[in-house]
């Protein structure tokens, strides 16, 4: 039984045009992770979090800004609308990439360790194996033959 898989991988929000790059991405969903856990998040909190220096927190944050997905207010960053949209989206693409693996064999922290993959190279070939060895359909995605 195929089972629906996103074509356009980490995307943001309702905006496939939107690609986030996969440092986007961990910093996006640390900075959820972080408010989920504590009222407040800083930069330096995510520094700190992910052992990183300020200047990549600033650089990175100033993006995610610039993409409209987070807000800074008095020195503390909150997810907006279309950020709490896109890590959802983030999550739910991470919960199908975790059972396309599973279905290769790939379970636990080596499967989690690729989707945490700073390079970002895994996504094409990863929707390659998925779809050419477990049978997952691509939606929007012309079947080969």
Same mark, same amino acid.
């Given at each position: ?72 207010? /008095? !020195? =503390?960053?909150? +997810?907006?609308? %279309? *950020? #709490?949209? @896109? ?11 975790? /059972? !396309? =693996?599973?279905? +290769?064999?790939? %379970? *636990? #922290?080596? @499967? ?13 070939? =990863?929707?390659? +194996? ?16």
């Amino acid at each position: 039984m195929a089972a629906d898989f996103p074509f356009q991988l980490y995307s943001a929000g309702n905006c496939p045009e939107m690609k986030l790059s996969s440092s986007e991405r961990i910093y996006l969903l640390t900075l959820a992770q972080l408010l989920e856990e504590q009222k407040w998040v800083r930069q330096c909190d995510l520094a700190k979090h992910l052992q990183v220096s300020r200047p990549s927190v600033f650089r990175a944050v100033s993006r995610l800004e610039a993409l409209g997905l987070i807000n800074k207010e /008095a !020195g =503390l960053l909150f +997810l907006n609308e %279309t *950020g #709490e949209a @896109a890590v959802k989206q983030q999550r739910e693409t991470e919960n199908v990439l975790l /059972a !396309g =693996l599973a279905r +290769l064999g790939i %379970t *636990g #922290e080596p @499967a989690r360790a690729i989707l945490k993959s700073p390079d970002g190279l895994y996504q094409e070939s =990863l929707i390659r +194996l998925l779809t050419e060895y477990s049978c997952i359909s691509c939606p929007g995605r012309a079947e080969s033959s």
